[in-house]
């Protein structure tokens, strides 16, 4: 699922153009609705032509409510920025630009609005024109411009064909099973409670998982999950997300708070960073600089102490060190923006470095500032986890190779990413780090945890009467090579997650449940066993009493033991037969077919597939018309 998200300036249309893409009207609040104008984050979803669902962020675009803008671009997949043709770039459309920018926004779309209000095709070239030119040296520099009327719907087939084919450029978001849920909005409703919403970052949430609201730490549980209005057991990563949940009041919960698991993150009130002021900001910025900042939906007053320089002067860079007056929680790779409270006006914004740092920074410290440039190209743990990522299943010793890392180097982040629980050993003990081992990022197992899942829960439900699904067909449908695939299995078994016996894997607490009119025909048959032990009704009377599917769950029961594919024995009778087959050879040192035959009152044809299997599995060996034990 995927998240796009308006920017532009007042009165460009951008309510207007989510309204025609959705068929509901953003501007929810009465006072937007009198004043015609957006305040406040709007949501909305559209079908994209392939089928494919897409959540829209509407942000209010007047500069008194840039702050709320900033709440709802943080999350996106794209943006568009929508310029109306009449009055063509304005103070927000670059500001709003210069956010999606810092933010490092991954794609967008450029959207010439209101081009019925256009004099002439001239006009509109010179505007493209105006907005390529602020678009230069941003991620929109390269991007797509539609052409479009959100009032008469003039474009917005070509419109929604751009955007299909922008989201389908960019890759899926990657699970890494810590999902957290920056809040933009907090409500309830009757009969329900409370529920927040949300873009969900970084893992899946499901039905039933406990909770914690951070920074506050209250606790709770998902009572239920929505994604575009339909209800679902679990969401995505990168999904718009209602979450209903149990155990907290409304009135605990604001927007700014996130929701993850619990004991997933820390909150903090001191960050590491590096900043960009932006080229057009009006005065330098000096340490000590009292600034609001903002990161995902959340928000706070900090100090800005500057590293390594006395200023930063417009569009320059630098390492800063910020110190919260509230308590947040962001990580790193984070990106943030910084505005000046009074007069209201936007720095800049970066990346987060060290969400944590142990303390103040000593400001002109070459060691700090080496410290943060190697933070910045990347630690060893995440280019060691970003080389797991790509290669999958793999032996230790690729992954290292891959990610170029020296031995110390590469030896203390493996030890990182096992203490965080982000590299998962396949076939060795982790606290025994060989190079051969195979091993798997954290996220790439919970994809394929997921996957097992989904397949095995699929087959129980077309196949309620079989045990579970046959090894070799989850196999293939893993698309994995036997060592890989069995390295994998051991690990979800021992993770407790699943039941791989028997040639066949099924969920934890799958039963197979007869209905009443199944257990008469068991009955019936069983009883038709019983009369004759050990001259049975034949695999094609079985079938034709209780069909295949009832036939074979009788036999992964081992209510019933196939001892050839034309015979089948009640297993009591079996091991019966097996029992006193082994006694006589024991007592004689040797048994024939006929003795078998005679010995049960039955036929040659049962004898001699009793026998068989008893020679097949090893209890016996045949040598010419007499058996021995083997």
């Known amino acids: 699922m995927r998240v796009i998200g308006t920017a532009g300036h007042v009165d460009h249309g951008k309510s207007t153009l989510v309204a025609a893409l959705t068929g509901l009207h953003p501007d929810r609040l009465k006072e937007e609705q009198e004043r015609e104008m957006t305040i406040d984050l709007g949501f909305g979803w559209f079908s994209l032509p392939d089928g494919e669902q897409v959540g829209v962020v509407d942000v209010p675009g007047h500069r008194d409510f840039i702050e709320n803008m900033l709440a709802g671009v943080g999350g996106i997949d794209a943006a568009l920025l929508v310029v109306a043709a009449d009055e063509g770039v304005m103070p927000q459309t670059r500001e709003h630009l210069s956010i999606l920018d810092l933010l490092q926004v991954p794609a967008g779309i450029l959207v010439l609005n209101k081009i019925d209000l256009a004099p002439d095709p001239a006009w509109l070239d010179l505007v493209e024109k105006d907005i390529r030119t602020i678009a230069l040296g941003t991620p929109l520099q390269d991007a797509p411009c539609v052409r479009i009327s959100a009032r008469t719907g003039q474009g917005l087939d070509q419109l929604l064909q751009a955007v299909a084919e922008i989201l389908k450029a960019k890759p899926a978001r990657v699970d890494l099973g810590r999902p957290r849920l920056p809040i933009d909005r907090v409500f309830s409703l009757p009969g329900f409670g409370t529920i927040v919403t949300g873009t969900l970052l970084d893992g899946s949430l499901n039905v039933g998982d406990e909770i914690e609201v951070l920074p506050t730490g209250l606790t709770g549980r998902v009572r239920g999950l929505q994604t575009h209005n339909q209800k679902e057991n679990s969401a995505p990563p990168g999904a718009r997300t209602a979450v209903n949940i149990s155990g907290i009041d409304t009135n605990q919960v604001h927007r700014g708070e996130v929701l993850a698991h619990n004991d997933r993150y820390q909150v903090t009130r001191r960050m590491d960073a590096h900043f960009r002021l932006l080229k057009d900001c009006t005065i330098p910025v000096k340490h000590g600089t009292e600034v609001k900042f903002f990161a995902g939906t959340s928000e706070s007053m900090a100090v800005l102490r500057l590293l390594g320089v006395e200023e930063l002067r417009p569009g320059e860079a630098g390492w800063i060190q910020l110190e919260l007056s509230q308590p947040m929680v962001a990580i790193r790779g984070d990106h ?33 500032i080496d410290s943060l440039t190697a933070l910045a190209k990347g630690s060893p743990s995440d280019i060691l986890l970003e080389a797991s990522l790509a290669l999958g299943i793999a032996p230790l010793s690729k992954i290292i190779e891959r990610a170029r890392l020296d031995g110390d180097m590469a030896s203390l982040a493996v030890k990182d990413l096992i203490r965080d629980g982000q590299l998962v050993f396949l076939d060795s003990d982790p606290s025994s780090i060989q190079d051969h081992a195979m091993v798997i990022a954290k996220p790439r197992w919970l994809d394929y945890q997921q996957q097992v899942m989904q397949i095995v829960h699929s087959y129980h439900g077309s196949y309620p009467l079989r045990r579970g699904i046959p090894r070799e067909e989850l196999r293939s449908r893993l698309k994995l090579e036997g060592p890989l695939f069995n390295a994998i299995m051991n690990s979800f078994s021992i993770a407790g997650e699943f039941i791989d016996k028997g040639g066949t894997v099924a969920l934890i607490g799958h039963e197979i449940r007869y209905t009443a009119d ?88 049962y004898a001699q597939a009793v026998l068989e299997k008893l020679d097949d599995t090893g209890v016996t060996i045949r040598d010419g018309d007499i058996r021995r034990l083997k």
């Not at 209201?344 to 700090?368: A, S």
């Not at 594919?565 to 006694?583: C, G, L, N, Y």
């Open 336 to 368: 943030f923006i910084l505005r000046r409270p009074s007069p209201g006006e936007t720095l800049g914004g970066g990346t987060i470095l060290d969400n944590n740092p142990k303390g103040r920074h000593k400001r002109f410290d070459d060691v700090v």
């Open 518 to 605: 199944q257990q008469k025909k068991i009955q019936s048959l069983l009883q038709k066993f019983e009369q004759h032990p050990y001259n049975p009704p034949s695999v094609k009377d079985c079938q034709a009493e209780v069909g295949d599917e009832l036939l074979q769950a009788l036999l992964d029961s081992e209510q019933l033991v196939r001892a050839s594919p034309e015979v089948i024995f009640r297993k009591i009778d079996h091991d019966t037969m097996v029992a006193r087959i082994r006694q006589v050879i024991q007592e004689r040192g040797r048994i024939t077919l006929a003795e078998v035959r005679d010995l049960f009152e039955t036929s040659r044809k």
